[in-house]
């Protein structure tokens, strides 16, 4: 099979697979089918009806002859008015609907593939899927499944019309509508492909402005602006003549059905000319036959010109389908809670972990331990995998090899929603909504009253900087909390983590951002809310911060290779030894960050 055929296979699997949702608006779709059969038949008839009087009119026909036809189009004239309008308001409530189960399920889809799946993926194309691509479905839903049903009936209708008048006369025209109907199969492969091109040429200039738009700041400090706009520009030309290909081939089968249909009246024009020469047709009938062989090309031509635009309909499909049916990093959360109350240790038990398969180790075999109450240090060399380790423990990713514990049960056995209630994760980078603050901090947990709100804030030692900015609490935070300093993002989002009270609480590098002070004042406020009832593990770089916890645990390469007190460790450990040295070495360079265990290591 060449690709453009594997591609129009896919898009035809995807659109089927789409078609399911119509079954939650059957009686809506059933309605607007009828109205449009309807719309079109009325249409016909009132043009044939025309046609007759005109027929009749000029043969010399008395006006009692013509008066019923004339009452008769007066009546169909507002019914096929109303039918139509019905039908255009019918046809696009039912297709919004639609596309509305489509956003909802895909918000789904998200929600169960993050995070994993999306650390490959770029979000503006995501964003295009969910926004653009299911836009274009909407021609799918309102123009093309009820008109192929349309297509089947109104031309069959008027052919046995035309029998009626003269049996010759519809086998003059069949060759013709098969043939405008079979042109847009011939180009429906290369249709299928063009559609493909167009829809990621669609994503990735989405992809393009979105990334752009984030790195605005950097672009112009690196004064790379010019670069990236160009980029743009091009990502656009190419946007641009994706188009211009889609819309060459469109307009060439366009042309063609245009030709084969005016063929087809011209031949019924001619041969129904002949038929009334030899007496063999009424003179009176012979515009209504031209008139009908010119309508049934109407609603062929119409759904070859719907079938000629499914390839790009069919391209958002596929990606839409795709996103819907993508399996996620991590499967089988169950259902029911394992138990009632958890304890809160957490247990690595011999966990190694890649991200790809084929792809290095990240960790090996490693074990630990961490008691309830416990505050832990997990401390080591950038990239040794301290974050992969929390997020294991969050089931972003499953182990490849060994098992993680919480309260002693395996965390596969807790609920997505229950795992998240006993074990909370404040990452690196933060993610703050344009909302006020008091809203960001209350994220996890919507039914928090203002003043555990503010009691949170306050054991982020986030409150003394939120009352003093211009509306307090009330105070918008900004796009992805832009009117906010680093710090004091990272602060709403420690209050937000420390507002859902979870029992253990892995903190990665959460408090980088504060300086020295505040950081030695966060850590005293975290441990008065928590120490000794509530699990709390530091992944930090910052020696003050590590010397004030219980334990360390030491990793390197992604292997656990020790624990202990600060003393123990600088005693017995010759790996912590050297990141003590390097930091008292960083500490005696001015030039060097002076608060960092590892000289530039702040992610
Ligand atoms: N999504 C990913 N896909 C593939 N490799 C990854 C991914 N995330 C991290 N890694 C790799 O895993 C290794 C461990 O990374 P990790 O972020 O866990 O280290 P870390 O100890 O937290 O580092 P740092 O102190 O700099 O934050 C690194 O080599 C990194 O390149």
Redesign the pocket.
């Known amino acids: 099979m060449t690709t453009d055929a594997a591609t129009a296979k896919e898009q035809r699997r995807a659109l089927r697979s789409l078609l399911r949702l119509l079954n939650n608006h059957r009686l809506m779709f059933t309605a607007t089918t009828l109205l449009a059969t309807l719309n079109q038949l009325a249409g016909i008839a009132t043009a044939g009806m025309g046609a007759v009087v005109v027929g009749k009119a000029a043969t010399g026909a008395p006006w009692s002859d013509l008066q019923s036809w004339v009452t008769a189009l007066l009546v169909l004239v507002p019914i096929t008015a109303l039918v139509s309008w019905l039908e255009m308001w019918l046809v696009h409530d039912m297709a919004y609907r639609i596309l509305a189960d489509i956003r909802r399920e895909l918000f789904q889809a998200m929600e169960r593939l993050a995070p994993?799946y999306f650390?490959d993926q770029r979000g503006g194309d995501v964003a295009a899927t969910a926004m653009a691509d299911v836009e274009t479905l909407e021609w799918f839903y309102a123009h093309t499944v009820g008109s192929l049903i349309v297509i089947l009936l109104v031309p069959t209708c008027i052919l046995a019309t035309l029998f009626l008048l003269h049996p010759v006369l519809p086998w003059l025209l069949v060759p013709l509508v098969l043939a405008v109907a079979v042109i847009p199969a011939l180009f429906a492969n290369r249709a299928a492909q063009q559609g493909r091109t167009l829809r990621e040429a669609v994503g990735r200039a989405g992809a393009e402005t979105v990334d752009a738009l984030q790195g605005l700041r950097e672009l112009s400090m690196f004064d790379r602006k010019g670069f990236w706009f160009q980029l743009l520009e091009k990502r656009s030309q190419k946007l641009a003549a994706a188009r211009v290909a889609f819309g060459r081939r469109d307009g060439l089968e366009g042309a063609l059905a245009a030709a084969f249909s005016s063929l087809g009246m011209l031949t019924v024009l001619i041969a129904a000319a002949a038929l009334v020469s030899r007496g063999e047709l009424e003179p009176a009938l012979y515009p209504a036959c031209v008139v009908l062989a010119a309508a049934v090309f109407g609603p062929v031509t119409a759904v070859s010109r719907i079938v000629a635009g499914l390839g790009n309909v069919g391209a958002a499909a596929a990606r839409v389908d795709k996103l819907l049916r993508a399996q996620p990093a991590v499967s089988d959360f169950p259902e029911q809670a394992p138990a009632d109350t958890v304890a809160p240790t957490l247990a690595f038990k011999q966990v190694s972990f890649r991200?790809?398969t084929g792809?290095?180790d990240?960790l090996q075999d490693v074990s630990f331990r961490v008691e309830a109450g416990e505050t832990v240090a997990l401390v080591?060399?950038?990239?040794?995998?301290?974050?992969?380790?929390?997020?294991l423990a969050l089931r972003f990713w499953d182990p490849t090899a060994g098992s993680i514990h919480l309260g002693g049960i395996d965390i596969k056995q807790f609920p997505r929603k229950d795992l998240n209630q006993h074990l909370m994760l404040v990452p690196?980078t933060t993610t703050l909504f344009h909302t006020s603050v008091r809203e960001n901090i209350r994220l996890g947990s919507p039914d928090a009253s203002d003043s555990a709100v503010t009691l949170a804030a306050r054991a982020a030692a986030a409150d003394g900087f939120i009352e003093n900015l211009p509306e307090g609490y009330a105070t918008n935070a900004g796009d992805r909390g832009a009117q906010l300093s680093g710090g004091q993002r990272q602060r709403i989002a420690l209050a937000r983590a420390l507002l859902r009270r979870p029992p253990v609480l892995i903190l990665?590098?959460s408090l980088s951002n504060l300086d020295a002070e505040t950081e030695a004042e966060v850590f005293a406020r975290i441990q008065t809310k928590r120490a000794g009832q509530f699990t709390t593990l530091f992944?930090a770089?910052r020696l003050s911060t590590i010397q004030a916890c219980d334990r360390i645990l030491l990793?390197e390469g992604?292997r656990f290779i020790a624990s202990g007190s600060h003393t123990e460790l600088m005693r017995d450990n010759a790996a912590y030894h050297r990141l003590i040295e390097a930091q008292a070495r960083a500490q005696q360079d001015e030039s060097t960050p002076t608060t960092h265990l590892?000289p530039g290591?702040v992610?």
């Open positions: 994993a650390v991200y790809k792809g290095p990240v080591g060399l950038s990239g040794s995998g301290k974050s992969t380790l929390a997020q690196q990665d590098e992944i770089h990793f992604g590892i290591a992610s």
